[in-house]
């Protein structure tokens, strides 16, 4: 099968939604759905209003940078730490490597959320708790890639400056980060992106910033007040994105001078403290209080034999169709809209300004609007999923298309073939194995965060575990966090041997600076 037929077979999935559709649809609220997409185009301009958006993004930004920049100290040392290629040149041995390693998968293993429910249990209602939620899981996966990239490079230059009698963490600095710098800089750069995005998320569940303000809005039913804030929310969105690819696109440039790449990374070094300062005023972070303030349960039965009884098989079961129904559907949704509906390249920025909608709303809240027009079950929480990663899938899928040579597909046209039929031989058969290889990472994203639609009563994992948690039975909860890792971490190796198997090798670092965006 070509590859771009492999790109058309998530579309299967479709065979089961429709089979559900008919007894989940109500249309109780189809009015009230129409009346807030109706609002887009009516946002609140109420001045206390605006203020108050205006003071929700700039606390989620700043939990977003401050998370960003711990993630990327912890991931820093844990790479560095848990690299084989460190570890034996250091020690001349690798086991404290692979520990480090294996120690590391848990906390990526566990969705952000899930952090921050621990933490809020512990620590109490404080903004610094959303900054920890998102900077532990963020801090390992950086650690992951970093190691990941330190094993892959040549030890040529090591070796040679280890003969020149250099000392071992010369050596290492010496030869490693030269050409790993830049790099590290484009995958920290959508690692921000993706902490703008976990900020969201954890603020609809109450962890401060713009997401309290969009759920308080949208449960009251002010439309016009919950685009108020998307909108803002969407203008950070693009101005953060379009950074970031202007720094990947200088940083993957021909190199300068020394000076002057030292002088560029002092100055983002310098303009980084001038942003922290303010930042942690904003959301009134303190660490002393933080952590003075911690609250550790009396006991934590992990073997008690009550907390481990559960109806596991039906609960795995629902969780990992969750995932796959999901994952289908991100895969499948960009690429059969733009061969039915979409193949001139004309009408392009329509779809990029609804793949701008699917992520700008965080799938609780997609969830919650879904039960407009449909009952709660599994397919709200399928669709709320499904579209959200479809709108990352399908700008990685667009940009991938847009960077690629035209020749193929120009000529294809000077011969006579349809739009369509030049999309799908001279655009998917050449992205199609990329595009894949995202759909795979996506997967083990969608995995973790299966747990963030509970709320629409999707069943699984998520629900039993938002239960514990929101009635401190931590004799259910520890039980559940122990089998959710171990699900995530299998769905995470099964992702990576795919991937492997589908590009015959690892992913190199810029495409998965693109697959891991969110």
């Known amino acids: ?117 621990i933490l809020l249990q512990l620590m109490g209602l404080q903004t610094g708790v959303a900054v920890l939620a998102i900077a532990l899981p963020y801090g390992a996966l950086v650690a992951r890639v970093m190691a990941d990239q330190l094993d892959a490079l040549p030890l040529q230059p090591i070796e040679a400056l280890s003969t020149a009698g250099a000392p071992a963490w010369a050596a290492l600095f010496t030869a490693f980060l030269p050409p790993l710098w830049p790099q590290v800089l484009s995958y920290g750069g959508y690692r921000l992106e993706c902490a703008l995005r976990s900020a969201t998320l954890l603020g609809v569940f109450g962890l401060g910033g713009i997401g309290a303000d969009l759920r308080l809005s949208l449960q009251s039913l002010q439309f016009h007040e919950v685009w108020t804030s998307l909108w803002c929310l969407a203008v950070v969105m693009l101005l953060l994105e379009g950074t970031v690819r202007w720094l990947q696109r200088r940083w993957h440039q021909p190199l300068g001078s020394v000076g002057q790449r030292g002088l560029e990374l002092l100055l983002l070094a310098l303009l980084l403290v001038l942003l922290l300062i303010p930042s942690a005023q904003l959301m009134e972070l303190r660490w002393q209080e933080l952590f003075s303030g911690w609250h550790w349960p009396a006991s934590l039965p992990l073997w008690d034999g009550a907390g481990w009884i559960q109806p596991w098989l039906p609960l795995i079961g629902t969780t990992l169709l969750l995932t796959l129904l999901s994952a289908l559907l991100a895969l499948a949704i960009t690429p059969w809209v733009l061969l039915l509906l979409c193949p001139w390249r004309g009408c392009r920025p329509l779809l990029q300004l609804l793949g701008l909608l699917a992520r700008l709303l965080p799938p609780p809240l997609t969830a919650l609007l879904l039960l407009f027009v449909l009952k709660p079950g599994l397919l709200p929480a399928v669709l709320a999923l499904g579209l959200h990663n479809a709108g990352i899938l399908g700008r990685l899928l667009l940009e991938g298309l847009d960077a690629q040579d035209q020749r193929a597909s120009e000529a294809l046209r000077l011969a006579g073939a349809g739009p369509r039929r030049s999309l799908l031989v001279a655009g998917f058969n050449t992205v199609a194995r990329s595009y894949l290889s995202f759909g795979a990472y996506r997967a083990d994203v969608i995995l973790r965060e299966s747990v963030v639609v509970g709320l629409v009563g999707a069943g699984g994992l998520g629900v039993l575990l938002l239960e514990s948690l929101s009635s401190f039975a931590w004799i259910e909860v520890v039980p559940v966090l122990v089998v959710y890792a171990a699900l995530t971490l299998i769905g995470e190796s099964a992702a990576d041997a795919y991937r492997s198997r589908l590009l015959s090798g690892p992913l190199p670092l810029e495409g998965l600076n693109q697959a891991v965006r969110s």
């Open 1 to 117: 099968m070509t590859p771009a037929g492999q790109m058309l077979i998530p579309a299967l999935v479709l065979l089961p939604l429709l089979w559900l559709l008919p007894g989940a649809v109500h249309g109780g609220g189809l009015a009230l759905l129409l009346q807030f997409w109706l609002a887009a185009l009516q946002p609140s301009l109420d001045p206390h209003l605006l203020l108050t958006a205006l003071r929700g993004i700039g606390v989620t930004l700043a939990i977003a940078l401050w998370s960003w920049f711990l993630s990327l100290l912890l991931g820093f040392a844990g790479g560095l730490l848990s690299s084989v290629a460190v570890s034996q040149r250091l020690w001349r041995c690798t086991w404290p490597a692979l520990l480090i390693r294996r120690l590391l998968a848990f906390p990526r293993s566990l969705h952000e959320l899930l952090w921050g429910l």
